[in-house]
């Protein structure tokens, strides 16, 4: 690996030389390096530049790193992962995304992953991306997730994308089956001239299942950001989206919420906030002797780890 990798995999995947557990390191489209466990094997897919990854059934308490650096301009990354994970297993999958732009051309990686949930499973899914470099090309990833829950299982993502990445557009699909729970917790930050763009559509087919969508983001510079998430409710389930955004400076944001029962039993709830940093939390925090920007800083730094 490379020193530029190296530092990637330090931001996006607390990456201290060694990873405890299953792992892949993905460098400028080719691995890096390998390592499958007893009860979680990586192999290459025979169809197209990726991963299917084995999670045994019952399976507790393991890790997989599937980490993905892109160290230099001029390489458009695509890679198709699948993840099966078998009844009763509960595992943490980490999928950090690092790319780094050192001069004119974009630098680019594009992750299609697919998770196959059995019967009562429990994934904690973590995903931080992450922009570095001085070069003038673009920083650019685009994350694509489908997933299929199974009865009595449970999917929380953490998605995490907090500067340097200059155009992003992250599509999230997923079919609930019954008493299945999805959880989403995206955290998103975006300034100068960067666009984010976001589609969550969820579907809930199974009976007593439910989704929980909660994203905060902040707009600072000229940057902007479009939310869009969807969620049907085809059967007796529970559904609740919210979208909470600050503006900085020119920053914007469009929020569009959509809801569709198709079951009387359906019980939907979407919400969406956007406003500014309210001035007296700015003033209290300055008679504490902190600047302005200071003030502004902490006031965002708290927002986003809520």
């Not at 998605?159 to 955290?187: H, N, P, W, Y």
Request: with cysteine; proline share 2%.
């Amino acid at each position: 690996m490379n020193k530029i990798t190296q530092e990637l995999l330090g931001i996006v995947s607390d990456w201290n030389g060694v990873f405890d557990g299953a792992y892949n390191i993905r460098e400028d489209g080719q691995c890096a390096g390998r390592q499958s466990t007893e009860h979680i094997t990586l192999e290459n897919k025979e169809d197209a530049p990726g991963l299917v990854v084995h999670v045994a059934p019952g399976t507790k308490g393991e890790k997989v790193y599937i980490p993905a650096c892109v160290t230099k301009s001029y390489v458009d990354d695509l890679v198709f992962n699948d993840f099966y994970v078998g009844e009763g297993a509960d595992v943490t999958i980490i999928a950090g995304c690092g790319v780094h732009s050192d001069n004119e051309g974009e630098a680019k990686h594009n992750g299609i992953h697919r998770f196959f949930l059995g019967k009562g499973a429990k994934v904690l899914y973590q995903e931080k991306h992450i922009g570095t470099g001085a070069g003038k090309g673009l920083k650019r990833i685009d994350p694509v997730t489908d997933a299929v829950l199974e009865e009595d299982s449970v999917l929380e993502m953490d998605t995490v994308q907090l500067g340097g990445v200059d155009k992003s557009v992250r599509k999230t699909t997923a079919t609930l089956k019954d008493r299945a729970k999805l959880i989403i917790r995206e955290r998103l930050l975006t300034d100068g001239e960067e666009t984010a763009q976001t589609d969550f559509a969820v579907t809930m087919e199974g009976e007593d299942s439910g989704v929980d969508l909660i994203s905060r983001s902040v707009a600072k510079g000229h940057s902007r950001q479009d939310y869009h998430s969807r969620i049907v409710g085809n059967s007796r389930c529970s559904g609740h989206s919210e979208c909470d955004a600050i503006l900085v400076g020119e920053g914007k944001v469009n929020a569009a919420p959509e809801l569709f029962a198709g079951h009387l039993d359906a019980a939907l709830i979407h919400e969406a906030a956007i406003g500014k940093i309210a001035g007296e939390q700015i003033l209290k925090l300055r008679t504490l002797g902190l600047t302005e920007q200071e003030a502004e800083e902490k006031i965002i730094a708290g927002f986003l780890k809520e």
